[in-house]
């Protein structure tokens, strides 16, 4: 008898309070001495020196820059961004989406009634996430300056890093967002004999389409600011220009070049309001 | 032979080692068999369908489908047998967003190349079968709707459609009947009945509702805890088979704490076995 009332009393208790107070403590511990590593010291923004020379700066960002030659100039900038990030991010996915489907054990036959994959097909698997980690761990930076002194000044070198680092973050991101989705659907075609793609485009694709689709847009946004940054390392672009004028001190270039920026990353977030739409 | 079972004894998915959803089980149906598979909630008929459908591996014991140990078969053997049976799962797995003509043809995956399956997406390659399978469930004006746009019956009725477009050897229907009203779930059933009767398939479907079972069903399988209970012609199963199968399930979460006979134990007693 005694032993079922405490078993009930057990039976009460929730049994991730403990993991939960210690997952904080942990959580706090760590994060104190980052802080203190990182220099993390927000007054300094606030003190006199500093005022002074974040208001000179932004006055000289008014008016904006808006000479025809400057604009068409920024124009053409702004299409050799967009080409850079478009066209790696084509690279990336190309590179990605086949790296998923062999990564994501969502589709692995041999798991199926076993809840666990062939060893072999375990291994492959997990070879494939360490090579999206390796390509994902490079920043599309450091790619981009190994790849100028390869290939030269120029998008191309931005076109190549944004494939790689791209291709690891939405490789890894895509088996995340498959594997989160609900299993039902895939795995009832699975057992029912069917392939491991058609049971990806009848199964598991209706349900993660749109996030699938969304995550990737927010990508292209990302390649479009980080195609900007390796403008500042010689890929051209927009980044290119705005090295030079930030270097000249134009703050009327800058802040031209900051404003077609919230416009570019604008229009992706629209982009995808309305492809999310299309597939709701 | 569809289905022989010897001794087969599975696990829970992520239960203590000890939890058997099926112990010692042995059955055989031959092809064409309809069986209907009744006992509490909690009695393994879920883990038994699974365990005919190669969909999983027992803990112990022998499975042959068609004549084919899947467990001891390459994957890609395993993974053939498994097109020439159709596990309905209870709930319809079908993807909310997907439209119907796409989630029952998907029943075709298995016979369809990559491309074909690609070219089904957009434009469906069989729109005619798919209106028909519809059509016997009474659903064929959702042939272009979306599957989040049915009610939870005629999902299941959906999921039901999937499983007669494909050209499944056996049907392991799990609880088919369950979102629906008594009325529809006769027409269902005979649909089911029939369909599996014109093709020679085997039927092996598991039901709560057991006056249908006992009316429809020419072979009745009762499990309780994991066992088969018993194993019998529809028309010879007596309403004292029936009690027993189910005895004490209301009150079995208050059993008193001094009895030392645990719940597992009822069913060894004097309960007829055929």
New interface residues.
Partial sequence: ?NM?VLSASDAQRDPAWRGRIAGAIVALLILWPMLTQAEFKPWILFDAQSLQATGNFLASFFPPAHAPDFLQMVASATWETVAMATAGMALAMAGAIPLTLLATDRLS??R????RS?PIAFACRHAIRWFLIVLRSVPELVWALLLVRIVGLGPTAGVIAIALTYCGMLGKVYADILESS?D??C???L?????R???F???AL??A??ELVSYTIYRWECAIRGSVVMGFVGAGGLGQRMDESIKMMAGGELSTMLLVFVLLVAAADGVSALLRRR?? | MSFLLQHISTRH?GAAKNAYALQDVTLSIKQGEQVALIGPSGAGKTSLL?TL?????PAGGTVQMFDIDPWTAA?GVR???????????Q?P??????RVV??VL??M??R?S?WQ??AS?VKPRDPAAAYAALARFDLQDKLYARVDRLSGGERQRCGLARALV?N?EAFLIDEPLSALDPTLAVQTLNVLLHETRQRRATLVCSLHQVELARAHFPRIVGLRDGRIVFDAAGSEVSDAMIAALYQNRQDELLVP??SDVPVDDLDAGPIPRC
């Fill in positions: 008898m079922h036959i041999s199926l009634g076993r809840h062939s609900d039902a659907a795995d009832a075609l057992r029912n004999g069917s392939g793609l058609g049971a485009f009848y199964g209706p349900d389409s749109a597939l709701d | 998915i699974h459908a190669g969909a999983l591996q994957v993974h053939a047998v498994r097109a020439r049976l159709f596990l309905a799962p709930t797995p079908l993807p909310p967003r997907q796409n989630a998907a029943g995956l298995p369809w990559l399956a690609l997406l494909s499944a704490a001094g």
